[in-house]
């Protein structure tokens, strides 16, 4: 994937407050982060990605600001794939 636009960083990437009440509901950062990514990634691509973190670090780095995470690194965790597919699980359930 290839670094998105500021204009696409704003219109697709941007997390309303919607988005960050769902996030809000997981405990730790690497989780709150990636479900994020995967909400964004959908919204952006339509569809998931097989691994969510397969993103340019421009993309992970705006979302952590706007989730006021100090370190996007924390992403390195979410690995698990059980987790990418409850997440994924979750998005579709709230976005229908």
């Not at 997390?15 to 997981?26: F, N, T, Y």
Request: proline letters at 4%.
């Amino acid at each position: 994937m290839e670094d998105p636009s500021a204009d696409q960083l704003d219109r697709y990437f941007f997390l309303d407050d919607a988005d960050v009440a769902l996030i809000g509901r997981k405990r730790t950062d690497r989780n709150r982060l990636g479900l994020a990514l995967q909400l964004v990634t959908v919204r952006f691509l339509g569809t998931f990605l097989t691994d969510p973190l397969e993103v340019p670090e421009v993309v992970v780095g705006h979302l952590a600001a706007q989730l006021q995470i100090d370190d996007p690194g924390c992403l390195k965790g979410y690995d698990d794939a059980r987790t990418h597919w409850e997440h994924a699980a979750e998005i579709k359930e709230a976005l229908g």
